[in-house]
């Protein structure tokens, strides 16, 4: 499970409230993402991360945004959640170029 | 752009018949191409990589860069195999593209 945990795992806010969602990995790997994964979707990329302070927009990236201050932590910041933000958040970790992308076990997300 | 499909959302097959999951995708260099797996009520793992032409759980995958194609197959397939199924790309911006995902059902 390359140590990668995310909290909440479940979540129910309501329209227009911040949320914030947290990965932290335990690997020191220099990538991470996050995802949403919706139904007839797969997986979208919202951002990623390719170092402390380094991120970059993904597919899905509006009315998301993403920090990274440390190593080990990737938070991902809904600043007014939205009925189409109900989903399921992975987080996802690489240790180097072209290797295989460890994920989180998923953060439930419903927008009332 | 790079893209991925996977054209059937859903896939029953018996026991013990053969399976296929299909998947395209479209990229002008040479692809890295994925197959992750979800079991019920786990995180997403690996299942295989076509570098590594290895054969997890019985199941292969061949790139045939003519057709742009990266189909799973397994001779026979196990109840257990049931799960979402996903088709990823890697690009040179170290960024994973994802098919929408085949749920196969192995029925008894």
């Known amino acids: 499970d390359a140590g990668i945990t995310q909290s909440p795992r479940h979540k129910v806010t309501e329209t227009g409230t911040p949320v914030t969602l947290r990965c932290h990995q335990t690997?020191?790997?220099?990538?991470m993402y996050w995802y949403r994964q919706d139904p007839g979707h797969g997986l979208r990329l919202i951002h990623y991360?390719?170092?402390?302070?380094?991120?970059d927009k993904g597919e899905v990236s509006d009315g998301y945004s993403v920090s990274r201050s440390k190593t080990e932590d990737f938070l991902l910041t809904l600043e007014s959640a939205t009925s189409s933000q109900t989903s399921v958040y992975f987080c996802?970790?690489?240790?180097?170029?072209?290797?295989?992308?460890?994920f989180g076990p998923g953060t439930r997300l419903t927008v009332t | 752009a790079q893209r991925v499909t996977q054209p059937e959302k859903l896939l029953s097959v018996f026991k013990g018949a053969p399976v296929e999951l299909k998947c395209n995708y479209s990229?002008?260099?040479?692809?890295?191409l994925f197959w992750y797996v979800q079991y019920s009520r786990q995180r997403l793992q690996l299942l295989l990589r076509?570098?590594s032409r290895e054969s997890i759980k019985g199941f292969t995958a061949d790139l045939n860069k003519g057709e742009t194609s990266f189909h799973l197959k397994k001779p026979f397939a196990q109840e257990e195999d049931s799960a979402m199924y996903y088709c990823?790309?890697?690009?040179?911006?170290?960024?994973?593209?994802f098919g929408p995902g085949t749920r196969l059902s192995v029925l008894p």
């Open positions: 996802a970790t690489t240790g180097a170029w072209g290797s295989e992308q460890y």
């Open positions: 690997e020191n790997h220099r990538y």
């Open positions: 991360s390719y170092g402390v302070k380094d991120t």
């Open positions: 990229y002008s260099g040479s692809p890295e």
């Open positions: 076509h570098i």
């Open positions: 990823a790309l890697l690009n040179p911006g170290q960024n994973f593209v």
